[in-house]
């Protein structure tokens, strides 16, 4: 006959607590939480000893700086025992760690009402008190600052020169903390918008700065200020000649999406709730707006770039990469990647595009690709129905705009590219327009063929069908845009070993007579930028060979050059300076070595990588002396305030290769490679 289990009683209770208390006088709270816990089962929910229990385990929580727990069994514990001290002073510990110092003050005057002498609640109050009365003064202070500002702002008799200072003033009380909530119970944004006029950017930028800010994590104030400018509104900010206003504009946007859906945004309370649409349809009526903006023939090349990089930041947000592909976003993507090349005609076919707008459509396709899920199929076919039937076509522009949609494919969603590529008669297709006579297929197709060559798939079709067409065109061409667009496919097609001196795609020798070639368009000043900027990309690709590795480091004219690139503005040329760098310092990934592995291999035929001889560490060891005797901290240093996330961390593989010599330390520190790395 089994035996019925004895019901928990206060002893077990008892026994728990004790426990608990000596694991929290060890300093082992998770172990005491746990006892506490369980005290907490044996015991009615009424009495003292559970009381004490929840403020014991909320002394805990502090411990481990959980503090809305702590906050939670205080609370529990003075529905038993209300005004307790102990639970009180927890608590108000409590709220100020979550910066509610309003209700911190309210607990420790009822606790000083109940404990005059409490030593330590006459400290937290005298502290609570400086707090709550200072925040009262900010907060009378900004209201103050909000009226001046708006009521000198709407006088028709106040100078220019006021006008602006009261719009910057407005700009930075909204970003504040608790000025952007003045500014909008204060109805802020319809009197923004009544002296906000489209003629005067100056005056315009910081009030649009205000709304952004205004937008800023809060779903409901962010729904009221996108309703409230509404889209026609909208449209004329971002289809002004003026493009600094289509930029700002696009950052509203891009607050309001991030509030809509965004993993930060603040919780809506009271009747917020009542007041806004579901945060996803709030996300797709701006992002509709968006891409119905981007095709606009109209608008200015700033403006078409602010659309694509909104399209950028907020792929990656819960749930938006569907909502795009409903939208049809892909398709308006390859749209107005197949609208900004140039033509026969030497004109694009959307009017006014920036040279780094392809580049941006790329990301944002890649964004969209690795975002989408279970749609990536979907994806696949709207890409594969835009660009394939425009290759076989025999009108030569529809080619070159199915060309310029290939490419921000390859370079974006690189093995949906290059699935499209395998195709049958788009390779063929590719390499036909690429010895046509005409300039713009000439670049167009080539350009093709130099972003899918860096696949090694791929690769193999490109040696056996396309090396001689590149070579042909890398030689015979009278034009730079052609030879080294044809000169980096090239470059790229001779590195798909890897550095592996055992699977070398070309003949030995070739590597280093090609980034010869590459530093031709790298130096001079005649070279324009965008040349250069290709060259780069090459000598990334040919530094996995040790042998170019060596040639260009003892080129400090070549090194200065690549690193003069990396103080400019295009984020674009930032892949290919971090690149090389991590190649010339051997920082990138290696495969674990297994002898017996390799052994076996050799025994059995098969080719077993094999690092170059100038891969030594000792050859590593001077490049890296080399690179710092030129200057190449500084060069980090710039390129570190770009904001790819994998940029940033190719420049803290290169940064710790460098430190990996005690010498350099103190030099790194110095020309401010340690501030680079703490943000990263």
Not at 405 to 431: F, H, Y
Not at 468 to 491: G, N, W
Not at 648 to 674: F, N, P, Y
Request: net charge neutral; charged share 25%; glycine share 6%.
């Amino acid at each position: 006959m089994s035996k019925v289990a004895a019901e928990p009683s206060m002893d077990d209770a008892l026994r728990h607590k004790e426990e608990g208390n000596k694991f929290f006088s060890d300093g082992k709270y998770s172990e005491a939480i746990a006892c506490y816990s369980s005290g907490l089962k044996c015991c009615p929910p009424d009495v003292d000893l559970c009381a004490i229990l929840y403020r014991n385990r909320a002394q805990c929580y502090l411990k481990k700086e959980q503090w809305q727990k702590a906050v939670n069994d205080t609370s529990l514990a003075l529905v038993i025992t209300p005004s307790e001290s102990k639970a009180l002073f927890r608590r108000a510990q409590a709220y100020e760690k979550l910066n509610k110092d309003g209700e911190a003050f309210r607990d420790v005057k009822l606790l000083l009402h109940v404990d005059p002498k409490n030593k330590a609640g006459l400290e937290l109050a005298s502290r609570l008190r400086n707090k709550v009365s200072a925040k009262q003064q900010t907060r009378e202070s900004t209201e103050g600052a909000v009226a001046e500002s708006f009521l000198e702002l709407s006088k028709p008799d106040t100078d220019r020169s006021t006008k602006l200072q009261m719009a910057k003033n407005i700009a930075i009380l909204a970003g504040q903390e608790g000025g952007a909530a003045k500014i909008f119970q204060n109805g802020g944004v319809p009197r923004i918008l009544s002296v906000l006029t489209e003629d005067d950017s100056e005056l315009a930028q910081p009030l649009l700065r205000a709304l952004a800010s205004i937008c800023e994590k809060h779903q409901a104030r962010a729904s009221a200020v996108v309703r409230e400018i509404g889209v026609e509104r909208f449209r004329k900010l971002i289809m002004n000649p003026n493009g600094s206003l289509a930029i700002s504009a696009a950052y509203i946007l891009h607050q309001a999406v991030e509030a809509f859906i965004g993993t930060d945004k603040k919780e809506l309370k009271g009747t917020e709730s009542a007041l806004v649409a579901p945060p996803m349809a709030e996300a797709r009526a701006v992002l509709k707006m968006v891409f119905s903006l981007m095709k606009e023939q109209e608008l200015t090349a700033e403006g078409r770039d602010a659309m694509v990089d909104l399209a950028v930041q907020v792929a990656g947000l819960p749930g938006i990469a569907p909502e795009i592909m409903k939208l049809e976003g892909v398709t308006c993507l390859l749209e107005v990647s197949a609208g900004c090349v140039e033509l026969t005609s030497g004109k694009t076919g959307l009017g006014s595009v920036s040279p780094v707008l392809r580049m941006h459509i790329a990301v944002a396709l890649g964004n969209v690709y690795d975002n989408v899920g279970k749609d990536k199929t979907q994806f696949k076919k709207e890409c594969a129905i835009f660009i394939c039937p425009k290759l076989v076509v025999s009108d030569l522009d529809t080619k070159i705009q199915g060309a310029a949609a290939l490419s921000a494919v390859v370079q974006g969603c690189s093995d949906l590219g290059n699935d499209m590529l395998a195709r049958e008669s788009i390779l063929p297709n590719l390499l036909k327009m690429a010895q046509s006579d005409i300039l713009a297929s000439q670049l167009a197709a080539t350009e093709s063929l130099a972003h899918a060559a860096g696949d090694k798939t791929r690769c193999t079709a490109l040696l056996g069908e396309g090396l001689e067409a590149l070579k042909t065109l890398f030689k015979m061409s009278t034009h730079d845009k052609v030879r080294i667009r044809a000169l980096v496919a090239l470059c790229k097609m001779a590195s798909t070993h890897g550095g592996d001196v055992n699977a070398r795609t070309f003949v030995e020798g070739a590597g280093r007579r090609l980034g010869k070639q590459c530093r031709a368009f790298l130096i001079g000043d005649d070279q324009v930028f965008e040349n250069r900027k290709w060259a780069a990309e090459g000598m990334a690709f040919l530094t996995l060979d040790a042998e170019v590795k060596e040639d260009l480091v003892k080129d400090k004219e070549a090194l200065q050059a690549l690193f003069e690139l990396a103080k400019h503005e295009d984020k674009s040329l930032l892949y290919g300076v971090s690149t090389a760098l991590v190649n010339l310092t051997n920082s990138y990934d290696k495969p674990n070595k297994n002898e017996e592995l390799e052994k076996l291999g050799k025994f059995a035929g098969e080719n077993v990588p094999q690092e170059h001889v100038l891969d030594d560490e000792d050859f590593v060891s001077g490049r890296v002396d080399t690179l710092m005797e030129v200057g190449v901290v500084p060069a980090i240093v710039q390129l570190s305030t770009q904001t790819s996330h994998s940029s940033r961390e190719q420049l803290s593989r290169v940064l710790l290769a460098l430190a990996g010599d005690q010498k350099h330390r103190g030099t790194i520190v110095q020309q401010g490679g340690a501030k680079v790395l703490i943000p990263m």
